[in-house]
C-alpha cells in the first residue's frame, strides 16, 4: 500500500508538529510548577537517585533483599509527597506528562519499529484531502449515485445497473494487479461520477490514487517537458502517473492536441499495462476514433486489456434539469 513518498513526508511532518506540541505543553507544565515549588524539582532529582540505588544495589549484592526494601519505601514516600505538591499547585500527573493524539506510539509514527495505525490513518486522510480539493469526491459516491434517471430506457437502466454493481464491485476488491477499465459513452452518462466513486473507495482502503482530466494531465506533461532538468529525468507528474496504485484518466480525448501528450499517454498506459498496473479511462470516443487520435498500437492496448463498460443512457445533467423543474 502506498500514498507515495508526498504524502507519507507530509503525515511525518504531521506527527512531528504533535509531537512537540504534546511535549512543549508538558515542559511548561512542568516548568511553571517547578517555579512555583522549588523543592518538586529537588524531590524529582531524589526520585532519580533512588531508582539508580536499586539498580546499584542489585549489581552490588550483599543483601539486596532489604536494601531494596529500604529504597522501595522511600521512593513511596518521595512520590506521595511529590504528589502532594503537585496537588497544592492545582496539577495532576496527567498535566505535566504529554498528551499525544496517539498514546500508543507517542506520535512517533511507530510502535516497535512497525507503522502504526494512527499514521497510516493520517496518510490516507491527506490522500484524500487532497484529491477532494481537485474534484468533488465528497459527493461522487457509490450511494449517491441514482439509477432513476436512467428508467425511461429499461435497456439503459440494466446496462447501468449493471455497470454500477461492476463499478462498486471493483472499487471494493480493488488490488494492486486490478484490471483496467475503459468507461465508453456520451456526456453526462456518469463516467465521471462512478470513476469518483472507485477513487474514494480504493483510497480509502490504503492504495495511492491519482485522478484527472486528460486536460489537466496534458498542461502538467506539457509544462514538465519544459522544465525538465538537463539530466533527462522524469517530472512529477509523469513518474506519478507511472507509479500510482490507481490511475483515472477522465475524458480522454477532450484535451488540446500535441503529439508529445500523444506520445506521453502511450509510454504511461504502456508502462502500466506492462507493470499490471490497473488504469481506468473514460472517454467520448469511439475505438475507431481512439485509433485515429492517438495511434493504432495505442488504440490496441486499450482493446487488448481493458475491460469494456459502455454507459448508455441519456444526459443525467439535462434529466436532472428536467426532474428538478417538474417540482
Ligand atoms: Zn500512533
Known sequence: ???????????????????????G?????LSGFYLQF???????E??????????????RGGDVRSELQRLQERAGKLNAEYDRLLQEAGLTREDISPRYTCPACKDTGFVDGRLCSCFLELQRSLAYEKLSMDVPLEKCTFSSFSLSYYQEDPRAYRQMENIFAACKSYGEKFRKNSPSLLFKGGTGLGKTHLSLAIAGTVIEKGFGVIYGSAQSFAV??????FDRREDGELGDTH????????LILDDLGTEFPSAY??????????SRMLAEKPTIISTNLSMKELEERY?????????GYYGKLEFLGKDIRIEKRKQNSRR
Open 239 to 246: 513518474s506519478q502517473l507511472l507509479s500510482c496504485d490507481l
Open 220 to 225: 502538467s506533461l506539457e509544462k514538465e517537458r
Open 38 to 44: 522549588p523543592q518538586a524539582r529537588e524531590l524529582r
Open 261 to 270: 501528450v500523444n506520445a506521453a499517454l502511450y509510454d504511461i498506459i504502456n
Open 295 to 303: 495511434s493504432e498500437r495505442f488504440a490496441s492496448r486499450i482493446t
Open 1 to 23: 500500500m502506498g500514498y507515495g513518498k508526498k504524502i507519507y513526508e507530509e503525515a511525518k511532518t504531521e506527527l512531528e508538529r504533535r509531537r512537540q506540541k504534546a511535549e
Open 25 to 29: 505543553e508538558a515542559a511548561e507544565k
Open 46 to 59: 531524589a526520585m532519580a537517585k533512588n531508582a539508580a540505588g536499586a539498580a546499584k544495589a542489585v549489581v
